[in-house]
């Protein structure tokens, strides 16, 4: 059974940091894409970062600069450093898995909250 269990959310006020974690587990993590996507409240799920087999990465504009996506393919996890942080950054953030040759993700985590204050 795919598991993916994202932790490391909370409550920061802005410009601060926090760094989002995801342990994936029943899958063969290094086969797969691997992104994080955020849900603010009242709005639609949106790809905030993404990291291919191969560790090359895309970040949406919104973060470019202030979050960073690695993965460490022996441990099985996937990390989001977040800096600089804006109210707007304020959402659930999920951790998801695609093998490369889908238009969709596969596997999607529970989610893990991340609020800023102004």
């Known amino acids: 059974q795919v598991q993916l269990v994202e932790s490391g959310g909370g409550s920061v006020q802005a410009g601060g940091s926090l760094r989002l974690f995801c342990a994936a587990s029943?899958?063969?993590?290094?086969?797969?894409?691997m992104a994080w996507f955020r849900q603010p409240p009242g709005k639609e799920r949106e790809r905030v970062a993404h990291?291919?087999?191969?560790?090359?990465?895309v970040y949406a504009d919104s973060v470019q600069g202030r979050f960073t996506i690695s993965r460490d393919n022996a441990e099985h996890t996937l990390s989001l450093q977040m800096n600089s942080l804006k109210p707007e950054d304020t959402a659930t953030y999920y951790c998801a898995a695609r093998v490369p040759w889908s238009a969709e993700v596969n596997f999607w985590g529970q989610g893990t909250q991340v609020t800023v204050s102004s």
């Open positions: 029943g899958l063969t993590f290094s086969a797969y894409s």
């Open positions: 990291i291919s087999r191969d560790g090359s990465t």
